[in-house]
């Protein structure tokens, strides 16, 4: 008798310390009935009642329907709210991205060779590079 008498009482602590955490953890939007602070009060102080109370009449439930987040281009509710001008703006954007990228691209294909930078001070044609700066013959 003694054993069933522990096992009952390990049991009965467990489902204490269960119903405490679940009711501690639980959005407040899901407690009905009374506050937060007010069930984690019922469960602390009536053990095995106050977590039977707590299952019963104080965990709300879930939303029915879960939540499905979709992108925009997904969402049939996004695109009927879409009018038609701004699909129309939005396809001009998307032609003129790709002119641009097509033209990019036709620039990396042919690429023109660099030009070496003009030096002000020795334009091309005018002398040698060792005699800049130079007057008179050198001798």
Not at 4 to 9: F, H, K, Y
Not at 76 to 87: D, V
Not at 135 to 139: K, Q
């Given at each position: 008798?003694?054993?069933?008498?522990?096992?009952?009482?390990?049991?009965a602590?467990?489902f204490w310390?269960?119903?405490i955490?679940d009711?501690?953890?639980q959005?407040?939007?899901?407690?009905?009935?009374?506050?937060k602070?007010a069930?984690?009060a019922i469960?602390?102080?009536l053990p095995?009642l106050?977590?039977?109370?707590?299952?019963?009449?104080g965990?709300?439930?879930?939303?029915g329907?879960?939540?499905?987040?979709?992108?925009?281009?997904?969402d049939?509710?996004?695109?009927?709210?879409?009018?038609?001008?701004?699909?129309a703006?939005?396809?001009e954007r998307?032609?003129?991205?790709?002119?641009?990228l097509?033209?990019?691209?036709?620039?990396?294909?042919?690429?023109?060779p660099?030009q070496?930078?003009v030096?002000?001070?020795?334009?091309?044609?005018?002398?040698?590079?060792?005699?800049?700066?130079q007057?008179?013959?050198?001798?």
């Open positions: 008798m003694a054993r069933l008498l522990l096992i009952l009482a390990l049991v602590t467990v310390v269960y119903t955490v009711c501690a953890v959005p407040t939007s899901r407690h009905r009935g009374v506050s602070g069930w984690m469960v602390i102080l095995v106050g977590g039977i109370l707590w299952f019963v009449i965990r709300g439930r879930a939303a329907k879960p939540v499905v987040r979709r992108a925009p281009d997904d049939p509710e996004f695109l009927g709210r879409m009018t038609a001008s701004a699909r703006e939005q396809d998307i032609r003129r991205l790709e002119e641009e097509a033209q990019l691209d036709s620039e990396a294909d042919d690429p023109e660099p070496k930078p030096d002000p001070d020795n334009p091309p044609g005018k002398g040698d590079d060792d005699t800049r700066g007057r008179g013959a050198v001798g």
